[in-house]
């Protein structure tokens, strides 16, 4: 098994397994029990791994039980909780970069979470709201639905040119995308024209 680790050192691994009353807890006659004996002391830190032992399962009622503990496992902190939110955006990219070498783990904060904490934080600290919306535009150039929530942040500090400028390039890739979301940008567009007019100048 030893020989097997040092082969596999170099690639990042996961590795989830149950046992279940049926198999006792005694080494001896458990060997889930005894390999994970061995990884606590062999494992290379490009393994993850656990082990959970079910006295309440049998070898029948387990498989379920297992392959959501399995999941849970190697799904973990793909995305990041509000907690870390709202510490900011370097407390989220902080977060992805500690686990980007995780099997199937994001290599960047994804969309979905830099937008998510910008709305979480609009209306607590607008200008780091700006800044994750400003990074997922920046590390997702052609998404339109960057753009449209960068527009809403701008919108929000009353940077409304800046605000248009954001929703008028959503609009062209949503354009060139052929979505569905074309006609509600273009109505934000008309929206946000109208309270740069009305506006006085300052």
Do not use: C
């Amino acid at each position: 098994m030893s020989k097997s680790f040092q082969q596999a050192s170099g690639k990042q691994q996961y590795l989830h397994f149950d046992s279940s009353f049926q198999l006792g807890q005694d080494p001896k006659y458990n060997v889930f029990r005894s390999l994970e004996l061995m990884l606590k002391k062999e494992a290379p830190d490009t393994l993850r791994w656990s082990y959970h032992s079910h006295q309440d399962e049998t070898h029948s009622s387990i498989t379920i039980r297992s392959f959501m503990h399995a999941l849970k496992g190697l799904y973990d902190g793909w995305f990041v909780h509000e907690k870390i939110m709202f510490e900011g955006l370097d407390a989220v990219t902080k977060h992805y970069a500690e686990r980007q070498h995780r099997v199937g783990a994001h290599k960047q904060p994804p969309e979905n979470a830099l937008i998510t904490m910008g709305y979480l934080l609009m209306g607590q600290d607008t200008n780091e709201a700006i800044k994750a919306f400003t990074e997922a535009t920046r590390l997702y150039p052609t998404s339109f639905n960057s753009f449209d929530s960068l527009s809403d942040g701008l919108a929000e500090i009353e940077d409304l040119q800046g605000a248009i400028q954001a929703a008028e390039k959503a609009f062209l890739l949503a354009k060139e995308q052929n979505s569905d979301q074309q006609k509600y940008i273009s109505e934000k567009i008309k929206e946000l024209q109208k309270r740069l007019i009305s506006t006085p100048s300052r």
